[in-house]
């Protein structure tokens, strides 16, 4: 069983900055690939960013590429996304996912819950 637990969001505005975090329980965390994901009203969950097991292979959206830093610790079972400039366009709710074989290039296996952002202006 993997549990993924988002934390972080919160209401800011346009510019701000903001730091997500998701903790991984349950399973070898070190292998996995981990990514963000997320849903803006009315719209499909899209793609935000992916870093691979050793944390130096990051891959952007285009739209946050910039703007938006992934990270991860592994000896915290951790990865966090920095989010920069924030924009009106960002608010949406931030999902945390997992990808078990390592490749971020596969569909995820787990998910968190998601956590709100919203950016007002």
């Known amino acids: 069983q993997v549990q993924l637990v988002e934390s972080g969001g919160g209401l800011v505005q346009t510019g701000d900055s903001l730091r997500l975090s998701c903790t991984v329980f349950?399973?070898?965390?070190?292998?996995?690939?981990m990514g963000w994901f997320r849903r803006a009203p009315g719209k499909e969950r899209e793609f935000v960013a992916a870093?691979?097991?050793?944390?130096?292979?990051?891959l952007y959206a285009a739209s946050v590429k910039g703007r938006f830093t992934i990270s991860r610790e592994n000896a915290k079972n951790a990865v966090y996304l920095q989010m920069s400039s924030l924009k009106t366009e960002d608010t949406a709710v931030y999902y945390c996912?997992?990808?078990?074989?390592?490749?971020?290039?596969?569909?995820?296996?787990?998910w968190g819950l998601g956590t709100q952002v919203t950016v007002s202006s």
């Open positions: 870093i691979n097991s050793g944390g130096d292979i990051p």
């Open positions: 996912a997992a990808y078990p074989t390592g490749n971020y290039f596969h569909a995820p296996s787990y």
């Open positions: 349950g399973r070898t965390f070190s292998t996995f690939a």
